[in-house]
């Protein structure tokens, strides 16, 4: 099923708008192998359990610090700062990170929104996106689609995109798998590595992706729905993930 700029959808609403958003964001890791997923957020780290559970047996876990955990969220290893930054440098880790602005060439800012010498507002700060995004793949999670998070051009750059990592000569290690909004999943196949829609959550068109979006976005003339939970994944997301629904405080449609 595929959706125009300009054509309603009519898909069926007994899936949320936050499930699709689970369902993408575990898609992020399909494929990965044994690599330690670092989700950032509820909807991501839903995403990575979820893998885990169906897909993605082989994933390593974390609880954001210094443990690798099952399932369930109990321990089940130490995991030394040291050797995660081993990880992290030898591409062995999928990081799934925030944006506060984004590029069409995935440049990302999470430290601060205005002129750098006097800021309008103070955001975590770089932290560690530059060697994230150089050394292991990072996806991102943007829980509020518009043009004030999709920008023409970040006011900082943390997490470095295709653009300056070519310029710089560090395209080695660097790869940013996709994107995933509260309205669609967007990768970097676009020409010269720009950004392009890949797909819609039901409910959503085409043509409403683009007004929230703050540059010219790539896409083909038929965008498709992003894919369908089977049953058991709604059952897990529902009854074994988050029983308690904090996915819908996350996205609210």
């Known amino acids: 099923m595929t959706t125009t700029g300009t054509e309603a959808t009519t898909a069926p609403r007994t899936v949320s708008r936050a499930e699709y958003c689970v369902i993408a964001c575990a898609e992020a890791w399909r494929g990965n192998g044994e690599v330690l997923a670092s989700p950032m957020g509820l909807i991501p780290a839903f995403g990575a359990r979820l893998a885990k559970r169906t897909f993605a047996p082989d994933l390593l ?147 409403e992706v683009r007004a929230a979006t703050g540059f010219e976005l790539t896409a083909a003339e038929e965008v498709p729905y992003t894919r369908e939970p089977t049953a058991e994944e709604l059952r897990l997301i529902r009854e074994v993930i988050d029983p308690k629904g904090l996915r819908d405080r996350e996205v609210r449609v």
């Open 61 to 207: 876990l974390t609880d954001g610090e210094a443990m690798l955990v099952g399932l369930d969220g109990t321990a089940e290893g130490w995991l030394p700062y040291r050797r995660h930054l081993t990880m992290v440098t030898g591409g062995r880790r999928h990081v799934m990170m925030g944006a506060s602005q984004i590029d069409r060439f995935g440049n990302q800012n999470i430290s601060c929104i205005g002129d750098w010498e006097r800021p309008a507002r103070q955001l975590l700060g770089v932290r560690g996106a530059p060697v994230n995004t150089l050394n292991n793949p990072v996806s991102y999670w943007v829980p509020k689609h518009s043009t004030r998070v999709f920008v023409a051009r970040v006011d900082m750059v943390s997490g470095v995109g295709y653009d300056r990592a070519e310029a710089a000569g560090v395209t080695r290690f660097h790869r940013l798998p996709r994107v995933v909004s509260d309205l669609g999943v967007l990768d970097f196949g676009g020409p010269g590595h720009a950004m392009r829609l890949v797909s819609v959550h039901p409910g959503v068109t085409v043509a």
